[in-house]
């Protein structure tokens, strides 16, 4: 694995965090950045337009357009039954156990604080899909 580029999905309704978590893969050799995602449906899109190994997938986001808004856990469930290689780390504000409770058995693979390093969140990247490699998934 150590030598696979890893290719992640940024998936936040604040275009700063985006932007932020977009230079930061870029600079890391081992990732490639794919695109980015400001909502839910914008996420099952691009994952179905990409197939990313990883989607950092922000919990709490609201849509412009009510109707058609999707959250974190909505658009996690979604992605795992379409693509279930691929992995979903949740990316949050701060704990909020419910709702990263209902994400992980939404099929999300781990959650971070958005107030992690980026080596932390390069780490729980390479960490979670290793854990897939092993498992044969």
Do not use: F
Request: hydrophobic share 45%; aromatic share 2%.
């Amino acid at each position: 694995m150590e030598d696979t580029i890893i290719r992640v999905l940024v998936v936040d309704d604040h275009p700063m965090i985006r932007r932020g978590l977009a230079a930061m893969i870029q600079s890391e050799k081992s990732l490639q950045w794919i695109g980015e995602a400001s909502n839910g449906t914008e996420a099952i899109d691009q994952c179905a337009a990409s197939t990313p190994d990883v989607v950092l997938m922000d919990l709490m986001m609201p849509g412009q357009d009510v109707a058609q808004a999707m959250d974190g856990v909505a658009a996690t469930q979604v992605i795992m039954a379409r693509l279930p290689n691929t992995r979903v780390l949740i990316l949050t504000s701060y704990h909020e156990p419910n709702v990263v409770q209902r994400a992980m058995q939404a099929g999300a693979a781990g959650y971070l604080v958005k107030t992690a390093s980026a080596e932390e969140l390069v780490h729980a990247i390479h960490k979670r899909l290793c854990r897939q490699a092993r498992a044969g998934i």
